[in-house]
């Protein structure tokens, strides 16, 4: 028997600077979007995340790509 994956839901992932802790690190804010469309590109969430990450007053600290995906028995 085989194992295949089989992606389920993708979500984009912002974090945000969020201050400073008592050790002068900085804190951050992580913020999800559900429902993105399965088949898009790395390329088409960037550009998305950062036209979004454009319209808040936080500083953005990164940007995740989060599939979560099904394991199937194939035969």
């Excluded at 389920?8 to 999800?32: I, W």
């Excluded at 036209?51 to 028995?73: C, E, H, I, K, N």
Aim: aromatic share 10%.
């Amino acid at each position: 028997m085989a194992i295949s994956k089989k992606v389920s839901d993708v979500k984009l992932q912002f974090r945000f600077e969020n201050g400073t802790n008592s050790y002068g690190q900085t804190k951050y804010k992580t913020v999800s979007l559900s429902n993105i469309k399965l088949n898009a590109s790395d390329e088409q969430l960037f550009d998305a995340g950062t036209a979004y990450a454009g319209l808040t007053a936080q500083v953005l600290g990164g940007l995740s790509r989060v599939d979560v995906s099904d394991l199937v028995f194939t035969d």
